[in-house]
């Protein structure tokens, strides 16, 4: 059975850095997309970075600039690089695989607390 295990969450200052990581145990074929995903306290969830295949980025406009995201494929790992942290990025963060079958896999979430 495929899981995604995320690592990396934790409390930060306000203008401080973390590198969330999130590897596939089991056997993943075919991965395109890799990206992460948040919830932050009473909102919906929403996409913050992805990443193709082709190693094409895409970020949503409150993380351009702050976020890198970057994928090694034979590691099946995704990270997410989070510079210039604001407490309005506080929330769970999740990771998301989506396979070449549009099959997606997701993890467990990791918790991310910015305190001003």
């Known amino acids: 059975q495929v899981q995604l295990v995320e690592s990396g969450g934790g409390l930060v200052q306000a203008g401080g850095s973390l590198r969330l990581s999130c590897a596939a145990s089991?056997?993943?074929?075919?991965?395109?997309?890799m990206a992460w995903y948040r919830r932050a306290p009473g909102k919906q969830r929403e996409l913050v970075a992805s990443?193709?295949?082709?190693?094409?980025?895409s970020y949503a406009d409150s993380v351009k600039g702050r976020f890198t995201i970057s994928r090694d494929n034979a590691k099946n790992t995704v990270y997410l690089q989070m510079n210039s942290l604001k407490p309005e990025d506080t929330g769970v963060y999740y990771c998301?695989?989506?396979?070449?079958?549009?099959?997606?896999?997701w993890g467990q979430g990791t918790q991310v607390t910015v305190s001003s």
């Open positions: 998301n695989f989506l396979n070449r079958y549009n099959f997606n896999y």
């Open positions: 089991g056997s993943i074929l075919s991965i395109n997309t």
């Open positions: 990443i193709s295949s082709g190693r094409s980025t």
